[in-house]
T-cell receptor
Framework: DTGVSQDPRHKITKRGQNVTFRCDPI?????LYWYRQTLGQGPEFLTY????????KSRLLSDRFSAERPKGSFSTLEIQRTEQGDSAMYLC???????????????FGPGTRLLVL | DAKTTQPNSMESNEEEPVHLPCNHS???????IHWYRQLPSQGPEYVIH???SNVNNRMASLAIAEDRKSSTLILHRATLRDAAVYYC??????????????FGTGTRLQVTL
């Protein structure tokens, strides 16, 4: 296993179209995070899964965004009716969740770069 | 989450040590100091973390001030491959086992020959 993978790496779409991104975490990792990163900024948290349960969502995740993690394996992030403001890098991270006071290390994928025209 | 302050950019010559500062004057007693870095066109990667004592690993060292209001990430010999954006992040150990990372804008490190 070589790490977290994301597909596609790049996506160009027209405003109003729907897009779906996929993330495959490291195989034994039970936690999966989605982040969004715009140019010149650090990544911003969107949502988080523990196994198949979506446990936290950021206020950034509008009702046009939906994320799933069926069977606690891969995850998908769908954006409906895309807007130009959705143009960003979408990053996925996974971690092995167990009790660790300092917080577990998150392993990031290479990201999916979305451009909405 | 407690806030961190980092310089926007720094430069270093190759094979020289680099000290990347981070101020976190509002840090709480349960906050851990984490560093991640993001190389060009890649996702962030973990570098190091600590609570009170200085920490060393194969990538870097973390020096934490006695009052914990600041810390310094030390790269002992910078290489061109260390050119990246470095993020200093506080994670609350009292918040439970799962916590999102709250990134700032980080410090962009340039390494020159």
């Amino acid at each position: 296993d070589t790490g977290v993978s994301q597909d596609p790496r790049h996506k160009i779409t027209k405003r109003g179209q729907n897009v779906t991104f996929r993330c495959d975490p490291i195989s034994e990792h039970n936690r999966l995070y989605w982040y969004r990163q715009t140019l010149g900024q650090g990544p911003e948290f969107l949502t988080y899964f523990q196994n198949e349960a979506q446990l936290e969502k950021s206020r950034l995740l509008s009702d046009r965004f939906s994320a799933e993690r069926p069977k606690g394996s891969f995850s998908t992030l769908e954006i409906q009716r895309t807007e130009q403001g959705d143009s960003a890098m979408y990053l996925c991270a996974s971690s092995l969740g167990y009790f660790r006071l300092s917080g577990e290390t998150q392993y990031f994928g290479p990201g999916t770069r979305l451009l909405v025209l | 989450d407690a806030k961190t302050t980092q310089p926007n950019s720094m430069e270093s010559n190759e094979e020289e040590p680099v000290h990347l500062p981070c101020n976190h004057s509002t840090i709480s007693g349960t906050d851990y100091i984490h560093w991640y870095r993001q190389l060009p066109s890649q996702g962030p990667e973990y570098v190091i973390h600590g609570l009170t004592s200085n920490v060393n690993n194969r990538m870097a060292s973390l020096a934490i001030a006695e009052d914990r209001k600041s810390s310094t990430l030390i790269l002992h010999r910078a290489t061109l491959r260390d050119a990246a954006v470095y993020y200093c992040i506080l994670r609350d150990g009292a918040a439970g086992t799962a916590s999102k990372l709250t990134f700032g804008t980080g410090t962009r490190l340039q390494v020159t020959l």
